[in-house]
């Protein structure tokens, strides 16, 4: 059964410019949640989606957006790239809102 | 909101060696569940064990067991036997039962363990 695939793994991008990073769920997993890690803030929790319906939003501003297809498979978007936005981005799935996570290996993204 | 503790940014233990490591958390909730996760230099979380908070047996998965003690707000990882696959970032997160499906993560705990 594979696992939870993000890409691309690395990813290196200039400040204003934007992003999309891709998350492919364990087949059956309808629920599909998105964080930030980064050495000073750790982990932090982006957005959750569940039947192409975005269900919780953390506190990030609106240049984070995301959206889930029909085939539950995820993009998170970043317009106008900062500095800071260089993190790890993991994604997890479960089959419905509740149930245990798996995470993929995450995307490297480095803005310069 | 809910916050998750974890002291002991770097913790060392010889091999076969039992070690624990420590997380607190902060709720006003009374139903919530608990978990522990690996997170090795390929940067994939793994689950390493879960606890349901209305549950007063502490969870067990083999070499990793659990003391949680719900009025201290306490959940503690203990790995017996360590082995050097089990050196990686232990990171102790909190969900709750009644609202959104979001892991609330300590800073983590980095383990070493020697030869």
């Known amino acids: 059964k594979a696992g939870v695939t993000q890409t691309p793994r690395y990813l290196i991008k200039t400040r204003g410019q934007q992003v999309t990073l891709s998350c492919s769920p364990i087949s059956g997993h309808r629920s599909v949640s998105w964080y930030q890690q980064t050495p000073g803030q750790g982990l932090q929790f982006l957005f959750e989606y569940f039947s192409e319906t975005q269900r919780n939003k953390g506190n990030f501003p609106g240049r984070f957006s995301g959206r889930q297809f029909s085939n539950s498979r995820s993009e998170m978007n970043v317009s106008t790239l900062e500095l800071g936005d260089s993190a790890l981005y993991l994604c997890?799935?479960?089959?419905?809102?509740?149930?245990?996570?798996?995470f993929g290996s995450g995307t490297r993204l480095t803005v310069v | 909101a809910q916050t998750v503790t974890q002291s002991q940014p770097e913790m060392s233990v010889q091999e076969a060696e039992t070690v624990t490591l420590s997380c607190t958390y902060d709720t006003s909730e009374s139903d919530y569940y608990l978990f522990w996760y690996k997170q090795p230099p390929s940067r994939q979380m793994i689950l390493v064990i879960r606890?349901?908070?209305?549950?007063?047996q502490n969870a067990t998965e083999n070499r990793f067991s659990v003391n949680f003690q719900k009025a201290a707000k306490s959940f503690s990882l203990k790995i017996s036997d360590s082995q050097l696959g089990d050196a990686a970032m232990y990171f102790c997160a909190y969900r709750s039962a009644f609202s959104s499906n979001m892991l609330t993560f300590g800073g983590g705990t980095r383990l070493m363990v020697k030869p």
């Open positions: 997890a799935s479960s089959p419905r809102p509740g149930d245990g996570y798996t």
């Open positions: 606890q349901e908070a209305y549950k007063q």
